[in-house]
Every structure is written in C-alpha cells, then in structure tokens.
C-alpha cells in the first residue's frame, strides 16, 4: 500500500487566493513526522514545513499551514495569498521512528494564475 | 554555507559502465539518504545511513550501492548501470527526526 498519497496531479489557483494541497498517509507507527517540500521548476528541493505526530497544533510557517487530522490520517498543506512565486512541484513526506524510512508522495503540480 | 554537494551534476553513460555520484555534507548531519525522482513516481528512497558504517535499503535499492566510511560523505555506485536507472538523483542529509536538505540534483542518463 502507498505510505503516502496525493491525489491531485495539478491544481490551479488565482493569485492572492489561498490553496489546499491534499495528502494522506498510511502507517501503524505512533510516533512519525509529515514534512512538505516545495520544487520549483529549477528543480532544488525546499523544505517548507513539518508536523510531528504528537504535536497538537498543526504546524503554520508564514503563509504556509498543515492542517493535520491524524484520526483520518491527513496532512493537508494550505498556502494561503497565492504568489506567482508558489507556481512549483509540491510533495508530502513522512518519516516512520521505526525504521527511520522517508516516503514521498507522487507530488502535485501548483500553478497560479496572475 | 551550509549546504549538501553532489557530483557530477549531469552525467550521460553507456550500459555496464560503473560509476560513482559523489555527496557531501559540511552540518555534521548522521543522517545521509539517496532518492530517485521519475516522473509521476515522486521521489523514492533508495538507501539511507543513520550514521557512519550503517546503511539500510529504502524502497529501490537493486543496482545501487552506497558506503558511509566518513560522517560527511555518502556516495552512490552503480556497479553496472543499466538505463532503467535513467532518472534524477538527490542526495539529503539530516539531524535523525527534522527536515532533509537536500543537494541539487544529479542528472543521469544510461544508453
């Protein structure tokens, strides 16, 4: 089974408008972490934000926020006034303690529109 | 600066012919993982060293080879590369738990 699943390969926003990226995660591990990466077109990969699984605030960094529901095993990331900038590759992570595996999802394609 | 290097950057070979993509890290991180990046497929682990002299297989590990014999370096071989491997690498290291940096990428492709 998929660790990590992205179900929407491109998405599209307006500029200034807020986005949410989808991503749910499979694992029978108590204790892991959710990271989201940003990959821009010149093709760095960039960290952009992290939820531990036993932190109860979801994780916000400037624009950035993980919505994190653990009970439906989700880590939805929001990017909230859209910048011509976002337009990127964005991928969720999770890292299991046990094993100390990282697994990526598929990836969804951002643009947004001026 | 901190940073992960990783070379070559690109790198065009033929079929059989081994070769090494060097990584190295100058934050004193234990943590030292390889990825490939497919299209469609995302990235995908292909071996990870929690530390100096331990490394594990990730998802894809046929046909690669790693060694950790420095905390600083961790270098990828292809012993006998085959164009299935045609693909994107990305080299990461990290403090166990926090976030991967991530090196710039290196371009393979195997005729």
């Known amino acids: 089974a998929q660790k990590i699943t992205q179900t929407q390969p491109g998405m599209f926003v307006q500029e200034k408008e807020a986005v949410t990226l989808d991503c749910t995660y499979d694992?029978?591990?108590?204790?892991?972490?959710l990271f989201w990466y940003k990959q821009p077109s010149s093709g760095e990969m960039i960290f952009l934000i992290y939820?531990?699984?036993?932190?109860?605030q979801n994780a916000t960094e400037g624009r950035y926020s993980l919505n994190f529901q653990k009970a439906r095993k989700s880590a939805n990331l929001v990017i909230s006034a859209s910048q011509l900038g976002d337009s990127a590759m964005y991928f969720c992570a999770m890292r299991e303690v046990t094993g100390n595996q990282f697994y990526f999802g598929t990836g969804t394609s951002l643009t947004v529109i001026p | 600066e901190a940073q992960v290097t990783q070379n070559p950057r690109y790198l065009i070979t033929v079929t059989g012919k081994k070769l090494t993509v060097t990584c190295s890290q100058n934050?004193?991180?234990?943590?030292m993982s390889w990825y490939r990046q497919d299209p469609g497929l995302g990235l995908r682990q292909i071996y990870y060293?929690?530390?100096?002299?331990?490394?594990d297989k990730g998802d894809v590990p046929e046909g690669y080879k790693v060694s950790r014999k420095e905390k600083r370096n961790f270098p990828l071989i292809l012993e006998s590369p085959s164009p299935n491997q045609t693909s994107l690498y990305f080299c990461a290291s990290s403090t166990p738990g926090y976030e991967q940096y991530f090196g710039p990428g290196t371009r393979l492709t195997v005729t």
């Open positions: 934050m004193n991180h234990e943590y």
């Open positions: 694992t029978s591990d108590q204790s892991y972490g």
């Open positions: 060293s929690m530390n100096v002299e331990v490394t």
């Open positions: 939820q531990g699984s036993y932190d109860e």
